[in-house]
């Protein structure tokens, strides 16, 4: 055994590594999905909390109407969509099968469904404003449904990413846990 300060052990050139033992790829894979999707959650909770001042400031009229405009139908179910994040951040700790599942099912209810709808719901406004330059609802001296769809647009490709990491993590954790009932 070499140390730091001293020659290389004797009888060894350095290339005897490849018997050592090495970490199992999806032990590796599940430790690099977790962190993607650890920072998919974090950037979903600043658009989270953005919509949330966005709502308290329009409906405690902290500014005039004409700066922050009442928020759209489908940012109150939006809001639930904290609830996938946190599932999916208390199944890290133990590797929770189960709570990696609800969080995938509920973030398709409560992230992705709210989405949906709002797309739905702002076409109408973001038809008028492109055909025929009429907006009726502002974010300080911006379009709001503009400026809502931009975040729209953000928050679905943030779900998405995030579901898919998410069945990455746990088609590894399967293979973890098939690889240990073999034995």
Known sequence: MASRAGPRAAGTDGSDFQHRERVAMHYQM??????????LIYVHLVIWLLLVAKMSV????????????????????YLLSV???LL??????????????LS????????????IYGSMEMFPAAQQLYR??????FLFGFSAVSV???????????HAWQLYYSKKLLDSWFTSTQEKKRK
């Open 30 to 39: 599940s430790v690099t999905l977790k962190y993607e999707i650890k920072k």
């Open 58 to 77: 329009g409906h405690l009229r902290l500014l005039s109407h004409d700066q922050v405009a009442m928020p759209y139908q489908w940012e109150y179910p």
């Open 83 to 85: 609830v996938p994040s």
């Open 88 to 101: 999916g951040l208390l199944s890290f700790p133990r590797n929770n099968i189960s709570y990696l599942v």
């Open 104 to 115: 995938m099912i509920s973030m398709g209810l409560f992230s992705i469904a709210p989405l």
């Open 132 to 137: 025929h330059g009429k907006a009726y609802r």
């Open 148 to 158: 809502m769809y931009l975040v729209l647009v953000l928050a679905v490709q943030v």
